[in-house]
Structure formats: C-alpha cells, structure tokens
C-alpha cells in the first residue's frame, strides 16, 4: 500500500506548465506546454475577445478521449461551443472534409471573431487550421495538439492545408494560430507506434540544431519513452522553441527553414514507393535520416562516429533506420525526382557536419539513390 506521504509527494509532482512564444512581427503567439492543461482552456481564452460561438474540430478517437474536457472547459468561461467531427485518418485531409467542414461553421453561425479549435494529430491541426485562415477571411486559429508529431512539428509554425488528387498538402496557406496548447497528458492514450514515430522528428530537431537536445535524448530516452511528465515537457519545449526560431527567422521557407527537411528527401521517397501503408511518417523519416546521415559521411561532411551515435539514438528509440531491400536505387530516384519536382536539376540535400549542425550539398536525384546501393 502506499502510504498517505508518498501519495502526497506524488499528488504535487505535477509538473509547471512551459511557454514558447513564437515572436513574429505582427503576431506573436503562445505554445503552452505541461500535463493536465485541457481544463485551462477556457480560461485561457477568455481574456481574447473571442465570440462566444467557438468550433472545436476533432476526430471521433480524440473527442471520445478528451471532447467533454474541452468542452466542459470552454462552457465553464462563457463559450458555446459546438463539436465538429471529422472521421480519423489522412484519407479525410480534402476538398470534401474542407467543404463538410465550412457547412458546419455556416450552419453554426460563427462570426468573425468565433474561435475555430483544432483538437486532434496533425490531420485535424492541418484542416481545422486551413478551414480558419479561409473561412469569413480567416477566424482565430486555437491548436490542441493532441499527438507527439502535432506537438513539436505540425502545430508550430503556420502551416495549413489540404491534400490535393495530385499530391499532400499541394492546397494550403500559413496561417498563425492564437495560441497552442500542447497537452503532453493526452499522449499517454496515443498508440505507442505513433509516440515513436513523433520521436523521429523530436530527434531530428537535436540533429540539425541542438547537440544539447541530442544529449538529453540520449540519457533520459527511457524516461521520455516511459512518457515521464517532465523531460517530456522539457523535450517538447525544447523541440517548439527550435521550430519556432527557424520559423521566425524564415516564416515562409524561402531559404533557412528547409533544414526541417532533413531526412525527409528519402523519407517521403520510401513512403510514396510503398504507398503509405507499410511506415508512418515518422518512421519513414527515421530511414531518410539514417541514410542523410551515411551520405554526409560518405561525402566527407561528417565524421563516422557521428553516423553511428544517430543511428544508436534511432534505434533506441525503437525506430527503423534501413531502406526496404526491395526499393531499387532507380525508382529511388525518380520518387526523389517527383517529391522535389526536378528532372534532371540538382536537389538542395541537407546533410549534416557534426550533431546540431546542417551543411548543404548540390546533388541530382540520381546520385542520391546510388549511395543508397553503397
Ligand atoms: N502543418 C505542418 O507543418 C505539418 C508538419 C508535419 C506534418 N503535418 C501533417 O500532419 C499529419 C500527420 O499528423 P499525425 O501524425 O498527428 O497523425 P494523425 O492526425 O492522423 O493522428 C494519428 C492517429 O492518432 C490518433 N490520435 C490523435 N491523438 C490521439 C491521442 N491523444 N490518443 C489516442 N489517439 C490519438 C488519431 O485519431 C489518428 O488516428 C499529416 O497530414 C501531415 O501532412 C503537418
Ligand atoms: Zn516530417
């Protein structure tokens, strides 16, 4: 039994929340992160001017889990809010949930200043968030991230958007939301493959920018992946306020920022040449990483030691890090060459020096895909 002390101690472990603020010139915003934060949404909210009509926009998974808390939140500071349901997976990030979507609002009544409240992964963060740069104009944007790549990637930095026939998220907009609030509590119902694969782009971040991140990872992995309250806030705050850096130095990628692509030429390759079904994302870009970091060696930008300290942290953590045999170097290639849309032209391929530092190398798609047969 545990004795009334220790439940004490235990009771008041909570651990404070965390605030990023992404400073941009004319609106700066809030990612608020900590355990147990859905109850403060209304209240936080409250001192916006908001209307009190507010949407929040979620996927039956999610609003079963956490919808009344949200709910139950928002009514407690005067808000009357409406659920909005999108049915779970990527296949519903389009035209037609984006047309679902804005019916709802009508029938709604939401007015200018109605609060539309993204509660879900990345999927709702990304339609949910397109839905309200468009809509009347564009309404205040509210993120509640509520899995690990929606908390350190999706729901920092403006990005909105819809998948096209043609290709992911071809339709969209950057549209900065008012606040995020990233719950890290909610991640302990996320199934345990998606928490690793959100750890891909949370190592990704110590990579390319902080040899600090990359250290902690490497000495409270266990406890991150134990989903311990308080390195997990610290590693998401870590991860926002890098993201956030980029993003305000480059809001809308037209140099730096690309360096968040690391690992994701390969990646979005390996996912594509495998139709989506066989890795998430995250995993997929864990092998693009893998193979981002062999290339840096081998084209003499990094040290080998460095590769194997990447490639040790990937697969502690659980994830993948080889190219299916069966991807040959040539349909490598042209994947490479469809993603980035170039026939022939050089890539801007980023590739690392040493942990937490990106250098960039000019190659053509073709010779990406050959080192993959090294
Ligand atoms: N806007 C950007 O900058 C940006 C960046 C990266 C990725 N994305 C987009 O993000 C999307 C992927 O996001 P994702 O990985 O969060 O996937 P997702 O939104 O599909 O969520 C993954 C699954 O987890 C479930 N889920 C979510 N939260 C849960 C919780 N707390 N407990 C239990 N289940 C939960 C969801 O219902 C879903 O089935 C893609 O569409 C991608 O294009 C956008
Ligand atoms: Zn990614």
């Known amino acids: 039994m545990i004795s009334p002390e220790i439940q004490c101690r235990e009771a008041t472990r909570t651990v404070a929340p965390e605030t990023v603020t992404v400073a941009l010139p004319d609106r700066s915003y809030p990612i608020v992160i900590g355990d147990n934060l859905l109850d403060s949404l209304g209240q936080r909210l409250a001192s916006m001017q908001l209307d009190a009509r507010a949407a929040v926009v979620t996927n039956p998974i999610v609003r079963q889990l956490y919808g009344s808390l949200v709910v139950e939140s928002l009514a407690r500071a005067d808000f009357q809010p409406v659920v909005i349901e999108i049915p779970a997976g990527?296949?519903?990030?389009?035209?037609?949930?984006l047309t679902f979507l804005y019916d709802r609002l009508l029938e709604a009544r939401l007015e200018r200043n109605s609060a539309v409240i993204a509660?879900?992964?990345g999927v709702i963060g990304d339609l949910a968030g397109f839905a309200a740069a468009t809509f009347l104009r564009g309404v205040p944007f509210v993120q509640i991230p509520t899995t690990l790549l929606a908390q350190v990637d999706s729901s920092v930095g403006g990005k909105t958007g819809v998948n096209h026939p043609q290709g992911k998220n071809l339709i969209g907009a950057f549209y900065?939301?008012?606040?995020?609030l990233a719950d890290v509590g909610t991640l302990r119902s996320l199934p345990r493959r998606e928490f690793v694969a959100g750890l891909?782009?949370?190592?990704?971040?110590?990579v390319i920018l902080s040899p600090d991140l990359f250290d902690l990872l490497e000495t409270e992995l266990s406890r991150v992946l134990a989903l311990d309250p308080a390195p997990l806030t610290e590693v998401i705050r870590i991860c926002c306020s890098l993201k956030a850096m980029v993003v305000e130095d480059d809001e809308r990628e037209t140099g730096w920022r690309s360096i968040l692509n690391f690992g994701h030429t390969m990646g979005h390759a390996v996912e594509s040449l495998t139709e989506y079904k066989q890795f998430l994302h995250g995993e997929a870009v864990a092998i693009g990483m893998a193979f981002a970091a062999r290339l840096s060696s081998a084209r003499g930008h990094c040290s080998e030691e460095t590769v194997m300290r990447i490639m040790r942290l990937l697969k502690q953590a659980g994830l993948p890090v080889e190219i299916p045999p069966g991807l040959t170097a040539k349909q490598l290639a042209l994947a490479i060459e469809a993603d980035k849309k170039v026939s022939g032209g050089k890539i801007k391929f980023v590739?690392?020096?040493?942990?937490g530092r990106t250098v960039f190398d000019r190659l053509a798609a073709s010779e990406i895909a050959q080192m993959t047969t090294r």
Request: negative net charge; hydrophobic residues 40%; proline residues 4%.
């Open 90 to 97: 990527e296949e519903h990030k389009n035209f037609a949930w």
């Open 119 to 121: 509660l879900g992964g």
């Open 176 to 180: 900065q939301p008012r606040l995020v």
């Open 200 to 206: 891909a782009e949370v190592i990704k971040y110590g």
């Open 351 to 355: 590739c690392i020096s040493e942990i």
